[in-house]
């Protein structure tokens, strides 16, 4: 198999299926079980791979491409340079997370990002992901931040990271103690209850419910598309949307597919998102006996945070070599002419790379966002949801 091209690699973009991303990455794909294997064995030795439905996530481009590995008998698998996905590491979240649900109802329906905020991140990561515009005044205000689109590439990697994560200790407990989980959407409805009284009833959706949300969520993208001459391919896209139009989308989406649930089968939704439904373990208590919960969670929590910040200055230096290179090589080849300083190189490089792409490659971007990560990740930082909150009922 060929060689691949990481040129057009988005990292943390959905790619919707193994064909689309073999067609990017140059390699010939086949509709059989065997060329898949072979595709996705290829893909591992330079990228990180992410699982999400029948789509991939790229969330790291290796610098140095792993070698493959050999399963074939008499050979262990292993070489000291394969890769071992970095879920592993976290096997001690398991009691963390078995911790949270031992104090939590009989059924548990949470989001990814909620259920992170409990067993890996601080109290500031969820609170500031949902107010991320006031957020973004306080870093402001502080001096702490220049550029919006830092704290949505923050939020977003936090996000993936967070699923992968997660999703690995649930398949272990599920293996391990038989835990019973699921990850679909969940929907918060409006029901009578038997003394006439309207509450709220969370529960998992049904087939039917997921498949009408799917097609409405689809028509609507393309809708929007349309009208606002946009090329939203999912909803990982929506987060570059301007702050006026991210609103809008999701205000106009939400209306549609209540109306089309409501329309379905007559259910009166309140609110709909994608998240777990986790049925509590009988033996609980014993599995915790003796762990010390808290030393494993600032632990765990000092590895993520490693982790994120090593990853995000690989892909700094990647994309800062990718620029820098282009652009010495353009005026190597006389191909530009009276370059004096970072000003002039910048303007060569948009001829090829996105504004994205070059504020990632500045060591402003790098440290607002290792200073930020920082900030509303380790357990240990002060918690600012009160102090902006006041803020926000001022305004």
């Not at 590491?89 to 990002?113: C, P, R, V």
Request: contains cysteine; charged residues 35%; positive net charge.
């Amino acid at each position: 198999m060929k060689g691949i091209k990481l040129n057009k690699i988005k990292l943390n973009f959905k790619y919707k299926n193994l064909k689309e991303l073999s067609e990017v990455t140059g390699l010939l794909y086949k509709d059989s079980t065997n060329s898949r294997k072979k595709i996705i064995k290829e893909l591992e030795c330079y990228l990180k791979l992410e699982k999400d439905g029948r789509g991939y996530i790229i969330t790291e481009i290796y610098d140095i491409p792993k070698e493959k590995v050999d399963k074939r008998k008499g050979n262990s698998g292993k070489n000291e340079n394969s890769h071992k996905h970095s879920t592993t590491s976290y096997e001690e979240l398991e009691y963390i997370l078995l911790d949270y649900i031992s104090k939590s109802k009989d059924t548990i329906y949470i989001s990814n990002n909620i259920l992170a905020s409990q067993i890996l991140t601080n109290n500031n990561y969820y609170f500031a992901m949902k107010n991320e515009k006031y957020f973004n005044i306080y870093l402001k205000k502080n001096e702490r931040l220049s550029n919006n689109t830092i704290t949505k590439d923050l939020f977003e990697n936090i996000n993936i990271s967070c699923k992968g994560i997660i999703q690995t200790c649930l398949k272990n407990l599920n293996k391990k103690y038989k835990l019973k989980y699921n990850y679909n959407y969940i929907l918060i409805e409006r029901v009578e209850d038997l003394e006439g009284n309207i509450i709220d009833n969370t529960r998992m959706a049904t087939e039917e419910e997921i498949e009408t949300i799917n097609i409405t969520t689809k028509n609507y993208i393309e809708n929007f598309n349309k009208k606002h001459e946009k090329n939203i391919k999912n909803l990982n896209d929506v987060n570059y949307l301007t702050e006026e139009l991210y609103g809008k989308f999701y205000n106009k989406l939400n209306i549609e597919v209540f109306e089309a649930l409501h329309q379905h089968d007559g259910t009166e939704i309140k609110m709909y998102f994608k998240g777990y439904i986790i049925k509590k373990l009988d033996n609980i208590d014993k599995i915790l006996e003796g762990v010390n919960i808290k030393q494993i969670k600032e632990k765990l929590n000092k590895k993520f945070i490693k982790n994120l910040t090593n990853n995000i200055k690989r892909q700094i230096n990647r994309k800062k070599k990718m620029i820098d290179g282009y652009v010495d090589d353009k005026i190597e080849k006389g191909d530009v002419w009276g370059i004096t300083d970072d000003y002039d190189r910048e303007k060569i490089a948009k001829n090829k790379f996105n504004y994205r792409d070059i504020l990632m490659s500045k060591d402003k971007y790098k440290n607002e966002y290792i200073d930020i990560l920082n900030f509303i990740l380790d357990i240990n930082r002060k918690d600012i949801t009160l102090e902006i909150r006041n803020k926000m009922k001022n305004k």
